[in-house]
């Protein structure tokens, strides 16, 4: 079956990096844009950034643009979410979902708390 | 940026009832609007994708509708398992944006 799992997350400080990972399985991962959610404490969902299938094209957040990269590796079936230069208000639950007609399969997510 | 503006925020109803939530986006979206449900604890779901598809394994409680900017998400015959939160979101143009969920309870 579809399988999405996210790891990496923590307690980082301020302006610090962390690297979120996100390991698929159940599908054929290539043919496939991955996509990170997140979603503060208490808050409504907010999409974060997006890689396609050959990671040919790459988009972001305005919040997260120029503090954030996406990669993936297809021969390992995972794609990588690098935060840099983070802020308490980057503190959230990261999902990684799948894009199939829409974000169809989702993780079960990871959290981030950026405290001082 | 497309701005998604979800009504009602929350919502009492029964068990047995009907409920509505509606969807407007700031322009058309080309009917790229999806749902999703989520309970505390647990990741969003995804229920509907071009504004009136099923995904696979939702019931058929679930239905969608709409065109243009306007959108609906209408649960029938309401069970203890669907009081939830609920989103919409539109994935024509990035970036992807997400309506502020509405909170659907028990009464």
């Known amino acids: 079956q579809v399988q999405l799992v996210e790891s990496g997350g923590g307690v980082v400080q301020p302006g610090r990096s962390l690297r979120l990972s996100c390991a698929a399985s159940?599908?054929?991962?290539?043919?496939?844009?991955i996509h990170w959610v997140r979603q503060a404490p208490g808050k409504g969902l907010e999409w974060v950034a997006a890689?396609?299938?050959?990671?040919?094209?790459?988009y972001f957040a305005d919040s997260v643009k120029g503090r954030f990269t996406i990669s993936r590796d297809n021969s390992r079936n995972t794609v990588l979410l690098q935060m840099n230069s983070l802020r308490p208000e980057d503190t959230a639950i990261y999902y990684c979902?799948?894009?199939?007609?829409?974000?169809?399969?989702w993780g079960q997510g990871t959290l981030v708390t950026v405290s001082s | 940026d497309v701005q998604m503006t979800q009504s009602p925020s929350s919502l009492s109803a029964s068990v047995g009832d009907r409920v509505t939530i509606t969807c407007r986006a700031s322009?058309?979206?080309?009917?790229?609007l999806a749902w999703f449900q989520q309970k505390p604890g647990e990741a969003p779901k995804s229920l509907i994708y071009?504004?009136?598809s099923l995904q696979s394994g939702v019931p058929s409680k679930f239905s969608g509708s709409g065109s243009g900017t306007d959108f609906t998400l209408t649960i029938n015959n309401l069970q203890p398992e669907d009081f939830a939160t609920y989103y919409c979101?539109?994935?024509?143009?990035?970036?992807?944006?997400f309506g502020q969920g509405t909170n659907l309870e028990i009464k």
């Open positions: 979902a799948r894009r199939h007609w829409a974000l169809d399969a």
């Open positions: 322009q058309g979206i080309n009917n790229y």
């Open positions: 159940g599908f054929t991962f290539s043919s496939y844009a």
């Open positions: 890689i396609s299938y050959d990671e040919s094209r790459k």
């Open positions: 071009g504004t009136s």
């Open positions: 979101q539109q994935y024509d143009t990035y970036p992807y944006t």
